[in-house]
């Protein structure tokens, strides 16, 4: 595998080896507590013993006194061995020193020593044949010193087996304290460890493709502005020069898709300007050959009249041509009169509507805005050709503004078309979106962008077979 300095790979990887490293440690030092903790318990049954070894030797101990029997002689005698042997266990060195175990076994020495001697001194006492064997009940006893002697031994060797037991209880009882601790400890490493990878994927991955996230969707508003962050992991340094790459390519094709808007709206002005210059050609054509025929009659009023609708139907075509102008020169905001600028695109767009659709004006005259008046004429084409599709058979279109306050003005295009469905109307002004089989899907997606960079605002009001209504906001004055 390959690593590239400051990758996001190599920087996951060796978070997850940090966190395995945690965790496997975690488990070697929980799997020492449980190896402890088992070896405590099954040593207790040995630290039990011996301490119950201890207090029997205590016991037949206090029989031997009282009755002198060989019975309770011997079995002294055997607990003592079995108290050795117990001694020698390794278990019961967990709980205790070496020191404490061979003074303990000191004292089982010296403890039966002393038995011995006790009784010895009581088969001389008693004429007892056997060596070391005890007196028969009733016998005189050793001296009083030396039981004392023996009864302080046995207490030393019952007291060194409880002070083993007790160790083994304080031991187990810390041995489950440090396995609490250091559970808690160890939940409390791996909570912080999964808390440091959340931070670090949250601002290695998480944030990166948030921003990311923003931009696409900002791209489906049609803001088409290059990734500004600069990335430090490699993946995303390539992930974001991919994104701008492709965002300077929308944008291009955007621009391309925009211009050939403007020229499919051009089209539609030149068909309207054909249409409106057959009129005026048709009649200074007709004017010309009549005045050819009466020139030599010297009827000057007659000539004169003809000349007269010769340059009036010349302006007539003039002012078609200036229309066209107009709309084709872009230029820059200044302050016109609305009701001029409309009629003059309703007359160029007249052409393209059928017989069976009314267009209706109302607009006041001397109502002014400031804006670029080239691109109110493409909005209000886009707005009126939509109008016109939304139509199937007979209807009407109307056009009317009004002033709203001292800043705004309004302006409405209604149409009793078909209407629209609520989830379409949501999309309306999306790029690329349409409902129609032809066309981009660009025309109200500019309409939109020309509105808002002009600080205004568009809304819509649409339901299925109840028309179409679209209400738009301007300044009528420089901001």
């Not at 006194?65 to 309770?72: K, P």
């Not at 031994?153 to 409880?162: N, P, Q, S, W």
Request: contains cysteine; charged residues 25%; proline residues 4%.
């Amino acid at each position: 595998m390959k690593f590239y300095p400051g990758s996001l790979r190599e920087k996951i990887i060796i978070a997850y080896l940090a966190g395995a490293a945690l965790v496997f440690a975690f488990a070697a030092l929980s799997w020492n507590n449980l190896n402890t903790q088992q070896a405590i318990v099954s040593s207790g049954e040995t630290v039990s013993s011996l301490f119950d070894t201890t207090l029997e030797i205590r016991r037949f101990e206090k029989n031997y006194f009282l009755y002198r029997t060989a019975g309770d002689y011997n079995e002294l005698l055997a607990y003592i061995d079995q108290a050795d042997e117990l001694l020698g266990m390794p278990e019961i060195s967990m709980f205790t020193t070496p020191e404490v175990i061979n003074g303990i076994r000191d004292n089982l020495q010296a403890y039966r020593v002393l038995l011995t001697q006790d009784t010895g001194s009581s088969a001389a006492a008693g004429g007892s044949t056997g060596p070391g064997s005890p007196a028969a009940p009733g016998s005189p006893a050793g001296g009083p010193a030396l039981k004392a002697a023996i009864r302080e031994k046995g207490k030393e060797i019952v007291t060194t087996g409880e002070q083993i037991s007790t160790s083994r209880n304080e031991i187990m009882a810390d041995t489950l304290r440090s396995g609490k601790r250091n559970l808690l400890i160890g939940i409390g490493l791996l909570l912080a460890a999964v808390l440091a990878g959340g931070i670090l994927f949250s601002r290695k991955a998480i944030l990166p493709l948030s921003l990311l996230e923003k931009h696409m969707v900002r791209i489906t508003s049609g803001e088409f502005s290059l990734i500004p962050v600069k990335f430090r992991d490699r993946e995303f340094v390539s992930l974001k020069a991919a994104f701008n790459k492709m965002l300077l390519e929308l944008r291009a094709r955007q621009d391309y898709l925009v211009e050939s808007e403007k020229f499919a709206a051009m089209g539609t002005l030149v068909f309207g300007v054909a249409h409106e210059l057959n009129n005026p050609l048709a009649n200074i054509s007709a004017s010309c050959q009549i005045l050819k025929e009466e020139i030599d009659d010297g009827n000057i009023k007659y000539q004169k009249e003809l000349l007269g609708q010769i340059q009036a139907e010349t302006d007539r075509a003039s002012d078609v041509v200036d229309s066209l102008l107009n709309y084709s020169r872009s230029k820059e905001k200044q302050a016109f009169e609305l009701k001029g600028a409309v009629d003059e695109t309703v007359r160029l767009v007249k052409a393209e509507m059928p017989a069976n659709i009314a267009l209706q004006i109302d607009i006041p005259a001397g109502l002014t805005i400031y804006a670029d008046r080239q691109k109110i004429q493409q909005v209000l084409i886009n707005l009126v050709k939509n109008a016109i599709d939304a139509i199937e058979r007979e209807g009407k279109i109307r056009v009317f503004a009004a002033k709203l306050d001292d800043k705004n003005l309004e302006i409405v295009v209604i149409d009793n078309g078909a209407g629209m469905e609520p989830d379409k109307v949501e999309k309306i002004f999306d790029p690329f979106y349409t409902s129609k089989q032809e066309g981009y899907g660009l025309g109200l997606f500019i309409v939109h962008n020309i509105i808002a960079d002009h600080g205004g605002s568009i809304s819509v009001d649409s339901y299925p077979g109840g028309g179409t209504t679209f209400t738009i906001v301007l300044p009528m004055k420089e901001s």
